[in-house]
């Protein structure tokens, strides 16, 4: 089993940046694809980018590629979205997402293992 915990989410403001974090813990001997996904109150939870266990490649949503990018620290088992130029649009629940198959997937369906989620809300 592996477990994923969030951090970093925060109150901004539209143009400001944020970083969050993602921990995997428990059976991280697995090479883990990596992903993050938000939720925006009353839609349903969206794909934002996806990264391999190598970095190599990483992939992401159209309205967040440009101000959006996905890392990861392997010795960490940590993957990182750092986030530019906030907008409105933004706000919403960023969950962690990971699966054992060393790819990553555009849907839900393609992970196993979630985190509980961090907030992020942006204020114009």
């Known amino acids: 089993q592996v477990q994923l915990e969030e951090s970093g989410g925060a109150l901004a403001q539209a143009g400001d940046s944020l970083k969050l974090s993602c921990v995997a813990s428990g059976d991280t001997s697995r090479r883990l694809a990596m992903a993050w996904f938000r939720q925006a109150p009353g839609q349903d939870r969206e794909f934002v980018s996806g990264?391999?266990?190598?970095?190599?490649?990483?992939y992401y949503a159209a309205d967040v590629r440009g101000r959006f990018t996905i890392s990861r620290d392997n010795a960490k088992n940590t993957v990182y979205l750092q986030m530019s130029n906030l907008k409105p649009e933004d706000t919403g629940v960023y969950y962690c997402a990971a699966n054992s198959d060393n790819t990553y997937y555009r849907t839900e369906a393609g992970y196993r293992y979630w985190g509980q989620g961090t907030q992020v809300t942006v204020s114009s």
């Open positions: 990264i391999s266990w190598g970095g190599a490649s990483p």
